[in-house]
């Protein structure tokens, strides 16, 4: 194996959550607490049309989520629209803490790996990874967003292996979604290593599962 692969939102900044997942109880925490399919409608409107309704060139982590999170708040709670930087603040300030954990696992696995990531975003991506201290671990970053290609397609997952000149049979593909992630590099002639702390995790056909990237070590091994 000479190529490692993540996903970002859900693999790299927590353990198998989502964002819709992990954002639902912050909200209810600051008290807006809707029906949940209002909330996920709200939220997938919200970051289906953020990269259009935005230029979020150079913006780092917190705020981009300021700028998904105040739609949100918009379309489900707009008196509470005061709670945008607590919230954003709060996701941001949880993610940034899971990736200082898992740094060390990272910066070991590129000593001896060509780590890249695979991820559905904004387009900004790159930058926001810059902006926060964390793009210099990864040679290569496939966004959705900028590409024009989004998971589970296989071409958006040969675009990476390209660009690290490895063989897609050469590649692992490190995600927490089976439907995007897992068979994305499935159908890419890759591995799979699919981050779950699910009990029993989903089988989708995945080489291997974890429940955090910071095991990701003794698999490879």
């Not at 639902?24 to 709200?42: L, N, S, T, W």
Request: hydrophobic share 40%; proline share 5%; net charge negative.
């Amino acid at each position: 194996m000479k190529t490692v692969l993540f996903d970002y939102g859900g693999t790299l900044d927590s353990d198998g959550a989502t964002w819709l997942e992990r954002f639902y109880p912050i909200y209810k925490e600051h008290g807006v607490d809707v029906a949940r399919e209002r909330f996920d409608r709200a939220f997938y409107d919200s970051d289906d049309g953020l990269p259009g309704r935005h230029d979020l060139a150079g913006l780092d982590l917190e705020q981009t989520l300021r700028l998904q999170v105040r739609a949100v708040l918009h379309a489900v709670a707009p008196e509470r629209v005061d709670l945008t930087d607590r919230i954003a603040g709060r996701f941001a300030r949880d993610s940034r803490l899971q990736f200082r954990r898992l740094e060390p696992v990272l910066t070991r696995l590129a000593a001896r790996y060509r780590l890249g990531i695979v991820s559905n975003f904004y387009g900004n991506l790159d930058g926001l990874l810059r902006a926060e201290g964390q793009r210099a671990l990864f040679q290569v970053v496939a966004d959705s967003g900028a590409l024009g290609v989004t998971k589970p397609d296989p071409e958006i997952f040969l675009h990476a292996a390209r660009a690290l000149d490895s063989r897609p049979e050469d590649c692992v593909m490190v995600g927490d979604s089976a439907p995007r992630d897992i068979k994305g590099a499935a159908a890419a002639g890759m591995k799979k290593v699919l981050v779950s702390a699910k009990t029993p995790s989903p089988d989708a056909g995945q080489d291997w599962t974890i429940r955090s990237v910071a095991e990701l070590e003794s698999i490879l091994s």
